[in-house]
């Protein structure tokens, strides 16, 4: 038996997610499917993580155990990417890892980043990855707020009442905010998150950016550990995987 990793990219508008669904096509359900054909055999493929519909990834990182090995790389991403590419997912990598490694078990640290166009005029090459917010936020209030969400907290308030995680305490090893003339950008590490928390977390963002929120107010929101206290979600299109760090 042979393990591989793959590294994945897609754009995530026309999937109900990465994790298979009972109804509704999702990214994790139609790689196995085509990976499973390409090589003869029923694979199960495992991600670093779930991704919620609408949410792209630049390199979603998840593997399968097959019995037959495969010796060229080349040949398999190009075969499995002639399938794929129509629904808007490549194959990036492929690489052969040992029995210990496991997409989602040996992750060391997740990284997601957040593009918003601040502008008037609506984006039409990004329309569905990106918000496109009007207003001019203020940047230097939004980098103040970034810094208090740094270290290890109780995000109950950027929680999604569906999450299943066990516990609501995370360590936040990085919120970092950087524009290029009308983009701006949200990176944030952690070795996992919570379910929208990353969504629930720009919401909170911006509504300091517009000044709707203070300072003070922000931090009360999260120290609350209160759901409703937190602002609108930011929608989903403007979210990315950015990378799994093992």
């Excluded at 390199?59 to 808007?88: M, V």
């Excluded at 911006?206 to 937190?230: I, M, N, P, V």
Aim: hydrophobic share 35%; glycine share 6%.
């Amino acid at each position: 038996m042979f393990r591989y990793q793959l590294l994945i990219e897609y754009e995530g508008s026309n999937f109900r997610g990465w994790q298979i669904q009972k109804k509704g096509k999702t990214i994790q359900g139609l790689v196995q499917e085509k990976a499973s054909k390409l090589l003869k055999e029923k694979i199960i493929l495992l991600g670093s993580g779930r991704t919620d519909a609408g949410v792209h990834a630049r390199e979603q990182s998840a593997h399968f155990d097959c019995t037959n090995k495969i010796n060229k790389f080349d040949k398999f991403i190009k075969s499995i990417n002639y399938f794929l590419k129509k629904d808007g997912v490549s194959i990036l990598q492929i690489r052969l890892r040992n029995k210990n490694f496991h997409a989602r078990f040996s992750v060391k640290m997740r990284v997601y980043e957040y593009i918003i166009i601040n502008r008037i005029s609506s984006p039409i090459l990004e329309k569905n990855r990106s918000w496109h917010i009007m207003n001019k936020l203020d940047l230097e209030t939004m980098k103040k707020g970034a810094k208090k969400l740094i270290g290890t907290h109780d995000f109950s308030t950027f929680r999604a009442s569906t999450c299943r995680a066990r516990s609501p305490i995370k360590t936040m090893k990085l919120v970092r905010i950087k524009s290029i003339k009308d983009r701006i950008i949200i990176e944030f590490r952690s070795q996992s998150f919570l379910q929208k928390q990353v969504r629930s977390m720009v919401g909170c963002l911006k509504y300091l950016g517009e000044k709707r929120w203070t300072l003070l107010k922000f931090e009360k929101a999260l120290k609350a550990r209160k759901r409703s206290l937190c602002a609108p979600p930011a929608p989903p299109q403007g979210l990315y995987l950015k990378q799994v760090i093992y």
